[in-house]
Antibody, heavy 122, light 110 residues
Framework: QDLLVQSGSELRKPGASVKVSCQASGFQFSNYPIYWMRQAPGQGLEYLGWINTHTGNPTNAQDFTGRFVFSLDSSVGTTFLQINGLRAEDTAMYYC???????????????WGQGTMVTVSS | QSVLPQPPSASGTPGQRVIISCSGGSSNIGRSHVYWYQKLPGTAPKLLFDRNNKRPSGVPDRFSGSKSDTSASLIIAGVRPEDEADYYCATWDDNLSGVAFGGGTKLTVL
């Protein structure tokens, strides 16, 4: 079974950093780009960016440059999202997802992680 | 404000046909495939069908999609109580150089 397993919930103070992991199992990690999304409480889905798991090249969404950093460790089939300078408005459930056909036909995300809740509060 | 407006809510009685719309433009829906996701509370979004309207395992055949020019629709033929959820459209947007999600539609089954 193809799975993406994310790390557990995190609580941070404003200004701190957090690193969320997303580990693939059941499929060839380097064959599928991994995308990241978030959903703040009571809000809709937001696209954050993606990482090419073959080259390691990250691409940030226009509204999420600078503080949001994507990386990977191919040896363990894991991608990471690090958020620096956390703000209260970053409080959200963060999801990673696999895209089919390398994203050539658009955002068909067929496998999702279970989500990681990041709470930013003083 | 989403670049893909959706009605914030929709409703239907069991067995009724429900249609949820997603509006876009030439930079997104007009030139890219549209996908629909079902979001239940406490769970990750679920893809309802691929670009050929093929449904992943476990998705009932009452779910389908259509697209015309710069708008798309999710069609639920014979809605059931377990279909109560939030539904999101998604596509690629050239102006954003990235993925655009609709604002989401909350479906209530009366």
């Amino acid at each position: 079974q193809d799975l993406l397993v994310q790390s557990g919930s995190e609580l941070r103070k404003p200004g701190a950093s957090v690193k969320v992991s997303c580990q693939a199992s059941g499929f060839q990690f380097s064959n599928y780009p991994i995308y990241w999304m978030r959903q703040a409480p009571g809000q809709g889905l937001e696209y954050l960016g993606w990482i090419n798991t073959h080259t390691g090249n990250p691409t940030n969404a226009q509204d999420f440059t600078g503080r949001f950093v994507f990386s990977l460790d191919s040896s363990v089939g894991t991608t990471f999202l690090q958020i620096n300078g956390l703000r209260a408005e970053d409080t959200a459930m963060y999801y990673c997802a696999r895209v089919t056909d390398s994203g050539f036909y658009g955002p068909a995300f067929d496998v999702w992680g279970q989500g990681t809740m990041v709470t930013v509060s003083s | 404000q989403s670049v893909l407006p959706q009605p914030p809510s929709a409703s239907g009685t069991p067995g009724q046909r429900v249609i949820i719309s997603c509006s876009g433009g030439s930079s997104n829906i007009g030139r890219s495939h549209v996908y629909w996701y079902q979001k239940l509370p406490g769970t990750a979004p679920k893809l309802l069908f691929d670009r050929n309207n093929k449904r992943p395992s476990g998705v009932p055949d009452r779910f389908s999609g259509s697209k015309s020019d710069t708008s798309a629709s999710l069609i639920i033929a014979g809605v059931r109580p377990e279909d109560e959820a939030d539904y999101y459209c998604a596509t690629w947007d050239d102006n954003l150089s990235g993925v655009a999600f609709g604002g989401g539609t909350k479906l209530t089954v009366l």
